[in-house]
T-cell receptor, first 115, second 116 residues
Framework: ETGVTQTPRHLVMGMTNKKSLKCEQH?????MYWYKQSAKKPLELMFV???????ENNSVPSRFSPECPNSSHLFLHLHTLQPEDSALYLC??????????????FGPGTRLLVL | AQSVAQPEDQVNVAEGNPLTVKCTYS??????LFWYVQYPNRGLQFLLK??????LVKGSYGFEAEFNKSQTSFHLKKPSALVSDSALYFC??????????????FGKGTKLSVIP
């Protein structure tokens, strides 16, 4: 799992807090992803960045704000979250090729609890 | 639209016995199929994928999967289960119809328990 790292691993925040999740990949990839994993629900793709441009945004509330300053780093800025946003947030990366066969590699995730 | 179904929430198997974790999919074009495993408090780890070619795909840790186009299935298999295989397994599909979408659709996951 050292290929994709995420910090912090655990985060507890109040509904009025602002926090950021960080993801870093060391695999030479140029596409990065944010997923949300909630209990008993399939993984939900939130955002995709390819070559540092956002290419997909799956109707995610504006209280989640992604940032991709370069191909190795991805952030998810959080503000005024709701308790239902508590989940495991997973970052992934892959090569960018317009074929669809690329494997995504995941980080260990950030376990978020919103009180 | 693409979708994937894992019909079993949980699979129990005795150590040393063969295991199968089922996955069926629905796509309009050609499917790219993936299996991932997730251990407690960890991210997803890639096991194997089917892109094209041989229907039997071999992956990490002795796992393999068989692509069956007529049954739209991609079941994960292992000849002899280990206790350490106990984890959550996810099947995923991407429908490559040329649109260039990055959307990888995951199943809900199957919890595999290998009993000593």
């Amino acid at each position: 799992e050292t290929g994709v790292t995420q910090t912090p691993r655990h985060l507890v925040m109040g509904m009025t807090n602002k926090k950021s999740l960080k993801c870093e990949q060391h695999l030479g990839h140029n596409a990065m992803y944010w997923y949300k994993q909630s209990a008993k629900k399939p993984l939900e793709l939130m955002f995709v960045y390819s070559l540092e441009e956002r290419v997909e945004n799956n109707s995610v509330p504006s209280r989640f704000s992604p940032e991709c300053p370069n191909s190795s780093h991805l952030f998810l800025h959080l503000h005024t979250l709701q308790p239902e946003d508590s989940a495991l947030y997973l970052c992934a990366s892959s090569h960018y090729r317009d074929r669809g066969s690329e494997t995504q590699y995941f980080g260990p995730g950030t376990r978020l609890l919103v009180l | 639209a693409q979708s994937v179904a894992q019909p079993e929430d949980q699979v129990n198997v005795a150590e040393g016995n063969p295991l199968t974790v089922k996955c069926t999919y629905s796509v309009s074009g050609n499917p790219y199929l993936f299996w991932y495993v997730q251990y407690p408090n960890r991210g997803l780890q890639f096991l194997l994928k089917y892109i094209t070619g041989d229907n039997l795909v071999k992956g990490s840790y002795g796992f393999e999967a068989e692509f069956n186009k007529s049954q739209t299935s991609f079941h994960l298999k292992k000849p002899s289960a280990l206790v350490s295989d106990s984890a959550l397994y996810f099947c995923a599909v991407r429908d490559y119809s040329g649109a260039g979408s990055y959307q990888l659709t995951f199943g809900k996951g199957t919890k595999l328990s290998v009993i000593p």
